[in-house]
Each structure stands twice: as structure tokens, then as C-alpha cells.
């Protein structure tokens, strides 16, 4: 169970740091007006980094306060799949409440791992 708990937490730093690589360049691509590849990139890395870290957390992390909000994590990426299968549109600004809410919760982890003391 350690090795998982030290897996988990460098893909919590991979997250956290992949969330705000994408949410900078989708920023500066709206400044810009221009579209770059390397901002896909990172949101794809974003994403696909974030599920099996859920994954992990509901495996790992039963027994910590987080617990029920990664429970919540895991409903609203089963949602999103749902969506994308069954052809549903979405707005826009739904996406971008997603990278705030990856962006937030992976740094409330952080911050509650590193700079708060126990």
C-alpha cells in the first residue's frame, strides 16, 4: 500500500502540474486568438493523468477526509463519458469549470500534504 500512496502523490504533483500548463495556454490562447497544439497536448495529459489518479485515491485513500470528494471526481468523469458517448453538447464554459475544478482540487491536496502541518 505504500508504493501505491507514493505513486499517487507524484501523480497528484503531475496533475496539479499538467492542469495549470493547460489552463495557462488556453488562457493565452484567448489572448492570442491563435490555437496551439501543445495546449491539446497538455489538456489531453491533464485528463487522462487525472482518471487513473482517481482511481488510485479511491483505492488508497478510503479512510481520509477526502475520500467522498474524489467519490465525486469518479461521478463526474463517468458523467462525462456518458455525455461523449451518447453525442450530449455542452457548452463551453463547462470545460473550463472542469480545469478549475482539477486545478483547485489538485492543489487543495497539495497544500494539505506539503504546507499544512499536522
Known amino acids: 500500500m505504500n508504493v501505491l500512496k507514493r505513486i499517487v502523490r507524484v501523480m497528484d504533483i503531475a496533475v496539479f502540474v499538467f492542469t495549470t500548463i493547460a489552463i495557462g495556454g488556453v488562457f493565452y490562447e484567448g489572448m492570442t486568438l491563435k490555437w496551439y497544439d501543445i495546449v491539446g497536448i497538455f489538456v489531453i ?3 487522462y493523468s487525472f482518471m487513473p489518479t482517481t482511481i488510485l485515491h479511491l483505492i488508497v ?43 483547485f482540487l489538485c492543489g487543495c491536496i497539495l497544500v494539505g500534504r506539503y504546507v499544512v502541518k499536522k
Open 45 to 47: 495529459c491533464m485528463d
Open 61 to 103: 485513500d478510503r479512510k481520509e477526509k477526502w475520500y467522498p470528494v474524489h467519490i465525486f471526481s469518479m461521478v463526474l468523469i463517468i458523467v462525462a463519458i456518458v455525455m461523449k458517448i451518447a453525442g450530449i453538447a455542452y457548452p463551453a464554459i463547462t470545460l473550463l469549470l472542469w480545469y478549475f475544478y482539477l486545478w
